[in-house]
């Protein structure tokens, strides 16, 4: 992935922050690059559907199912996602 640097009047960064919030992405870059493929890609042939997080104790019993991932590894993912604006506050952590 490449990253690009932009400069924008605060005003513009302020909506965008907005924006962001109030359509649920977790960043900034979620919310332009959800935009990007709109702009570039927006056909009837592609489907952009709204992320709807799963429960977290859904996804450790997802990876520990799999058997290719270590508990220390699924315990890192849990914490780091119950720390996510996507999950604080919204699902029980674990």
């Known amino acids: 992935m490449t990253t ?8 513009v960064a302020k909506k965008i922050d907005e924006e962001t919030k109030k359509k649920g992405y977790a960043t ?3 919310f332009v690059r959800n935009i990007l493929r709109k702009h570039f ?3 009837e042939e592609i489907e952009f559907r709204e992320f709807t997080p799963k429960p977290l104790e859904e996804i450790r019993r997802d990876f520990e199912k799999s ?10 993912l849990i914490r780091g996602l119950s720390n996510s604006s996507i999950y604080a506050n919204k699902t029980s952590k674990s």
């Open 4 to 11: 690009i640097t932009i400069s924008l009047p605060t005003n």
């Open 41 to 43: 890609y927006d056909t």
């Open 67 to 76: 058997g290719k991932y270590n508990k220390k590894f699924i315990d890192s």
């Open 28 to 30: 900034r870059s979620e």
